[in-house]
């Protein structure tokens, strides 16, 4: 229950103020806002148990071996209607478009990551769907040809539920690609590495030198 006299922060506004613009690390193409020691992002995110941790605010390896790899070989999303699962900041998607994409949809359950898409694309010039909802339960997306998934195989459980509605949507006909950092629940047997890129790391903590991170198709 809030406080009497308390309003819930404006996202893009406090993204504006807070997050500065940068280049992203090993994709100089592509600015973003991204959170830094003095951004105070508890302030948006929310201290509770619900509230969903900030990992939009981050450029984190998977996403960011995905937007080199897309931006390096713009064949891959030409003419085609990208979706980005999990968009996070929206680095992705961001790349997809700059790529020469159709079309692109960024989906992330956090409504603050729909925000930062949003200013995001403004500051790259693109044009991005954003939609703040949780799709891997329902069926395959309609009207998608290629589906970029950055980073998502950080907890057992989640990684179960996204491989699953991998798989339906690639019975569907829906290309489907991964980018990950090798992380510890990344069901690599099921796998087939397509590409490796040398990128940086929020998780890492952006130590000199970088991960070498992969892109991935479903086997």
Known sequence: MKSPGTSRLDPAAFIQANLPISTVPSIPEILLHTAGPA???????????????????????????????????????????????GAGSGLVAIAAAKAGAAAVTAIDVDANAIAAIGLNATLNSVDIIAVAADIIAAPPPKETDLLVVGDLFYDPTLAVR??????????????????????AYLPQGALQQIATHAVSDFGAGFSDGAVQAGVFSLS
């Open 39 to 85: 951004s105070g992002l508890w302030r948006l995110a929310g201290r509770g148990e619900t509230a969903p941790p900030p990992y939009w605010a981050y450029p984190w390896a998977g996403g960011a071996v995905l937007a080199r790899h897309l931006l390096d070989r713009p064949e891959v999303v030409a003419g085609r209607r990208v979706l980005d699962l």
């Open 162 to 183: 996204v491989m699953a509605f991998l798989r339906r949507c690639q019975t569907a006909g829906i290309e489907v690609l991964i980018g990950d950092p090798h992380r």
